[in-house]
């Protein structure tokens, strides 16, 4: 489990593409602390720490995975949002994010507000139903607060300190992201669409 609150970004530093598709990717976190087996979120994505040195780790995606996220289009140098698996005791800064990508997004406006930029997403109509004005919703991993909800488009707004600790401030229109739609909305709604026979 993750709470959406991003700790590094992480550059992917090579591909090996055979059955699986390895990843390395380099980050600041003090590895000595990350155990074989340990849960990381990719962007949003968990994956599986399988090796590790001093300032990079590896992980393995399947093809389901790279076909239902953004990983597939990951090259040397893609910049990724990273955050550790949470511990009790930990601070519940975002909201409970589970790691698994419900569907991709599109980028489809981004428009200064403030000292904010205001993000425009579009989503496919299975997921649109669970994303609720004021609600939580993970994009790239990122725990945020939806603005409003128009059809399939969706707003938020990033803040300038978001900007700089995420990869919301290299984004751009038209650029794919992970959406996990937050877990109580996808409950909710399996609740109120069960009808016992």
Not at 10 to 32: H, Q
Not at 72 to 94: F, P, V
Not at 111 to 117: I, K, Q
Request: proline share 3%.
């Amino acid at each position: 489990m993750f709470t959406g609150i991003i700790t590094d970004i992480g550059t992917v530093r090579a591909i090996a593409r055979a059955g699986d598709t390895r990843f390395e990717i380099a980050t600041a976190y003090d590895l000595a602390t990350v155990e074989i087996g340990a849960s990381i979120a990719c962007n949003g994505c968990c994956l599986t720490v399988i090796e590790k040195g001093r300032d990079w780790f590896a992980v393995q995606a399947s093809a389901e995975t790279l076909s239902k996220t953004t990983l597939g289009a990951w090259r040397a140098g893609t910049r990724i949002n990273l955050e550790r698996a949470l511990k009790i005791g930990d601070e519940l800064g975002g909201h409970i994010v589970s790691g698994h990508v419900d569907g991709l997004g599109e980028i489809v406006s981004i428009t200064p507000e403030g000292e904010s930029l205001r993000f425009r997403m579009r989503v496919p109509s299975a997921l649109a139903r669970f994303i609720a004005p004021k609600g939580s919703v993970a994009v790239d991993g990122t725990s945020l607060t939806v603005n409003e909800v128009e059809g399939d488009v969706f707003g938020v707004n990033i803040i300038p300190h978001t900007q700089a600790v995420t990869t919301w401030g290299g984004m751009v229109t038209g650029q794919g992201v992970n959406i996990e739609i937050d877990m109580l909305a996808r409950y909710v709604a399996r609740l109120t669409e069960y009808r016992p026979s």
